[in-house]
């Protein structure tokens, strides 16, 4: 699963780098594992970077839908893409990050330290004492927790 700030959070960090240590999250994770599949939020940034990787490594991914709203809070350009990778889905599912932290193997979270949803997630992550990578914009580090 994925985790990770807002698109226009992540402006202020090197986009390629996030999207580059997700591929290689993935990619390695793909490798060991055999079968993978992916669970996002389906927000603007990571998550939806995170669905773009899947598809191009040929891993299927559920998307996660928090609230019907969700499409209403993006810019065009992000709600053409969301709708464009949520019909690519394997599934849809009308969930929210406590779903998803409660029924994945693996997660990957894209956070700057800061306070706010991300970080709600990343303390889930932490509680439910499963592996997880965190990618951490401010640093450019990828640290397995």
Same mark, same amino acid.
């Given at each position: 699963?994925?985790?990770? &700030?807002?698109?226009?959070?992540l ?7 996030i ?12 490798s ?11 927000a603007?940034?990571a998550?939806?970077w ?14 996660c ?9 993006m ?14 889905a394997?599934e849809?599912l009308?969930?929210r ?21 991300? &970080? ?6 932490v509680e439910s004492?499963k592996d ?14």
């Open positions: 699963m994925i985790s990770g &700030h807002r698109k226009e959070k402006l202020n960090y090197e986009c390629g780098w999207r580059a240590a997700i591929k290689n999250i993935l990619s390695d994770l793909k060991e594992k055999g079968f993978v599949k992916g669970y996002s939020g389906m603007s940034g998550d939806l995170f669905c773009e990787i899947c598809k191009e490594l040929n891993m299927p991914y559920a998307a839908i928090p609230f019907e709203e969700q499409r209403e809070t810019e065009t350009e992000d709600r053409l893409l969301r709708d464009e990778l949520i019909g690519s394997s849809v009308n969930v990050n406590r779903y998803m932290v409660e029924n994945y193997d693996a997660a990957i979270i894209a956070w700057d330290g800061n306070k706010g949803g991300t &970080h709600n997630c990343f303390q889930q992550l004492k997880f990578w965190w990618v951490n914009p401010v640093k450019k580090t990828v640290v397995k927790c």
